[in-house]
């Protein structure tokens, strides 16, 4: 099975570039429009004009890939632990992009408190065990830790 390829589609007035937009979509699909700000509009019409259609689509491609790698930062939330007031702990695979809504945000927090919650707020914090003679685990025992789901922490996560 081959690998589907977005597809291009560039419209706008002749004589005015900042009137030109441009949309993307994979074939037989709908195709969304990309926003661009006045300049790169324009910017895009000019190459369609002067250069052709794939120097301008490889102007939006680029302004895209650019995008993508901007937004590195992430964030989720946390939460104090009762033991130690200093530590807290966190779910690093529930987050969001620091760009994102505050409704996106409160459903972040609300997640992770509710798989906090799921064990009353117990995280397992490390494991120890003893070896037999053939290298099988013993008396395996967990440590916990108890996270107070009242004091929540914003923890900021970079990609790299």
Same mark, same amino acid.
């Given at each position: 099975?081959?690998? &589907? +390829? ?10 005015? %570039? *900042? ?7 994979? %074939? ?10 006045d ?41 104090? &632990?009762?033991?130690?007031?200093h530590?807290?702990?966190?779910? %690093?695979s $529930? ?10 945000? $409160? ?6 408190? *509710?798989? $906090?919650?799921?064990? +009353? ?6 494991v ?8 099988? %685990? ?18 900021? $996560?970079?990609?790299?």
């Amino acid at each position: 099975m081959s690998k &589907l +390829k977005f597809e291009y589609n560039i419209r706008g007035y002749r004589y005015a %570039p *900042e009137s030109f937009h441009i949309y993307k979509g994979l %074939p037989g699909q709908k195709k969304d429009e990309i926003s661009l700000s006045d300049e790169q509009r324009q910017k895009m019409g000019y190459l369609c004009l002067t250069e052709g259609v794939k120097s301008a689509v490889d102007y939006v491609k680029h302004i895209e890939r650019e995008r993508e790698r901007k937004c590195r930062q992430y964030m989720t939330y946390g939460f104090m &632990l009762k033991e130690n007031p200093h530590e807290y702990v966190y779910c %690093p695979s $529930l987050r969001c992009r620091e760009s994102d809504t505050l409704k996106t945000r $409160l459903c972040i927090l609300q997640a992770v408190r *509710e798989e $906090l919650a799921r064990d +009353k707020g117990r995280v397992e914090q490390s494991v120890e065990c003893d070896l037999d003679g053939h290298y099988r %685990p013993v008396n395996i025992r967990k440590h916990y830790a108890t996270a107070d789901l009242r004091r929540h922490v914003m923890v900021w $996560l970079h990609v790299v």
